[in-house]
């Protein structure tokens, strides 16, 4: 099990705590000035219902979590997690993991049952994190939903994204998060990522944006026809999405 003694999670109220982690954004996801969320976006977030929390070591941050209120046509509020970050030297400790769980603990007491965050399907520890860890499912697919970034962790590659649902009320969540076994609904279908695609996006753009291609036309086509993302398998060959007829709701 990942070492995560030693951490503490702390909600970030204070100007130097907002500084802090926008210092970590930048080292994190290395981008262009431009494209970085300032500290006035923390300060609104925690003003207006939002979540800012802190992963600390002692008293130096070392991951953190941005989270907005939403509201979906029909009226249904639920929070968007948008940022969710950890220095490398800290990650596979369960911080990701534990600042999600901090998380859901603050919904669930406010009185929501959905979280939705977007994340990267070539990402494939990404992607085991979320399903298999969390218990999110995925029923939405969007291309380039932010534009081609400076990011060194995007590549250059348009930014083709998974929707991941976190009905954190739900049996399937409440047995994943707290290790129960969980039956799954029967596989009708599949999409595949090489598993070296991280290799891939570095020597290889050209390649990397025709698997981008392929993975994101196969996703949208099963998506379109009602199926959902309900888990996801490693092999040595490949990272395998797996899609069933499932209604989280």
């Known amino acids: 099990m990942p070492d995560s003694a030693g951490i503490q999670i702390r ?31 923390f ?73 939705e965050w977007t994340f990267d ?12 860890r969390l218990g999110a499912v995925v029923r939405r697919y969007v291309l380039n939903q932010y534009g081609t970034t400076t990011s060194h962790l995007h590549a250059g590659l348009p930014t083709d994204r998974c929707v991941a649902e976190w009905w954190i009320r739900s049996p399937r969540v409440e047995a994943i998060v707290s290790g129960r076994p969980l039956a799954r609904p029967p596989v009708e279908a599949t999409v595949e990522v090489p598993a070296d695609i991280a290799r891939i996006k570095r020597e290889d753009p050209k390649q990397a944006r025709a698997i981008q291609q392929r993975v994101s036309e196969r996703f949208l086509e099963l998506l379109g026809a009602g199926l959902t993302v309900i888990g996801f398998e490693r092999t040595p060959a490949a990272g395998v999405y797996l899609l069933s007829r499932y209604n989280p709701e």
């Open 121 to 132: 399907p070539l990402e494939l520890k990404n992607a085991w994190f979320n399903l298999e």
């Open 43 to 115: 300060v609104v977030a925690s003003g207006v219902g939002g979540q800012t929390f802190g992963a600390f070591e002692g008293e130096r941050m070392v991951g953190f979590l941005l989270a907005i209120p939403g509201l979906k046509p029909g009226g249904k509020l639920y929070l968007h997690s948008h940022m969710t970050g950890v220095l490398e030297e800290y990650r596979n400790r369960g911080v990701g993991r534990m600042l999600k769980l901090r998380q859901r603990e603050d919904a669930l007491a406010r009185g929501f049952d959905l979280v």
């Open 11 to 41: 909600t970030l109220s204070t100007t130097r705590e907002f500084e802090e982690a926008v210092r970590l954004q930048r080292q994190i996801w290395g981008f262009d000035e431009l494209e970085i969320l300032p500290v006035r976006f």
